[in-house]
C-alpha cells in the first residue's frame, strides 16, 4: 500500500491557523485509524490527534480545543486544522495510517515522511 503524503505545513505567527493535509492511501475494504503526530527538534516525537474508523475523534491534552482531526473520503484525505497556534506547537507533522486487521485485510502501520510547521513570536 502506498505510503502516506503530507502537505500543507509552513511558516505562521503565534494566534495564526494553519491546515496540514495527508493524503492517506486507503483501500476502500479495509478500516483504518488515521493519526497525525508531531516531533519538535531534540524531542520525541509525540501524539496530536486520532480519527478512527467509527469516526470518533482523540486529541492530545496539549492541542485540545485548538486542532481538529477531519477526514473526507471521497477525496481519501485527512486534515489537521490548527487553531490559536503556539510557538511551542512548531514541530514535523507526521501522518501515520493505522490499517485494521479485518476478515479481508492485514494490520499494517505506515508513517509519511512529514511536514514542517513553524510557528514564531
Known amino acids: 500500500q502506498v505510503q502516506p503524503v503530507e502537505s500543507g505545513g509552513g511558516s505562521v505567527q503565534a494566534g495564526g491557523s494553519l491546515s496540514v493535509s495527508c493524503a492517506a492511501g486507503?483501500?476502500?475494504?479495509?478500516?483504518?485509524?488515521m493519526n497525525w503526530y508531531r516531533q519538535a527538534p531534540g524531542a520525541e516525537r509525540e501524539f496530536v490527534a486520532v480519527?478512527?474508523?467509527?469516526?470518533?475523534?482523540a486529541y492530545a491534552d496539549s492541542v485540545k480545543d485548538r486542532f481538529t482531526v477531519s477526514q473526507d473520503n471521497a477525496r481519501n484525505t485527512v486534515y489537521l486544522q490548527m487553531n490559536s497556534l503556539r510557538t511551542e506547537d512548531t514541530a514535523m507533522y507526521y501522518c501515520?495510517?493505522?490499517?485494521?486487521?479485518?476478515?479481508?485485510?492485514?494490520?499494517?502501520?505506515?508513517w509519511g515522511r512529514g511536514t514542517q510547521v513553524t510557528v514564531s513570536s
Open positions: 480519527i478512527r474508523s467509527d469516526g470518533s475523534t
Open positions: 501515520k495510517r493505522d490499517r485494521l486487521r479485518t476478515i479481508n485485510c492485514s494490520e499494517e502501520e505506515s
Open positions: 486507503l483501500y476502500t475494504w479495509c478500516r483504518y485509524d
